[in-house]
């Protein structure tokens, strides 16, 4: 989706939400007691998988405004409110229902 505007995901999509969770659960590791070898590569990386399809099926087309930079740019926060965020703070999430969310609160 970040490639393209359109309901596909990429895999710039799926690097780009996996580093977030890496740097995420780097960032947070004392305050969430786990560390990123306990949260598991593989995990994020399915994790990751499943947000970025999440996010491209849920996407809407932005036309002549779309601007690929724009969704880097969101996908890759790990701060209050992102997607990294909302995705670790359960464990085994809902990632649809995470999704859907989080961009009604980014759009």
Same mark, same amino acid.
């Given at each position: 989706? #970040? ?9 710039? $999509?799926? %690097? ?13 590791? &004392?305050?969430? $007691? ?11 990386? +399915?994790?990751? %998988? ?11 087309? +932005? %036309? /002549?405004?779309?601007? %690929?930079?724009?969704?880097? +740019?969101?996908? &890759?926060? #790990? $701060? =209050?409110?992102?997607?990294? =965020? ?5 464990? $085994? ?7 859907? /969310?989080?961009?009604?609160?980014? &759009?």
């Amino acid at each position: 989706m #970040i490639d393209n505007n359109d309901r596909c995901k990429d895999f710039e $999509d799926v %690097g780009v939400l996996f580093h977030a969770l890496i740097r995420y659960v780097e960032a947070n590791e &004392e305050v969430r $007691d786990q560390s990123l070898v306990a949260a598991g590569y593989a995990n994020l990386l +399915e994790l990751a %998988g499943d947000a970025a399809e999440a996010v491209a099926m849920q996407h809407k087309a +932005e %036309g /002549d405004d779309w601007d %690929g930079c724009v969704w880097f +740019e969101l996908l &890759e926060k #790990i $701060d =209050e409110g992102s997607l990294a =965020e909302a995705l670790m703070a359960i464990e $085994d999430p809902n990632v649809p229902a995470v999704v859907r /969310d989080w961009l009604s609160r980014v &759009e």
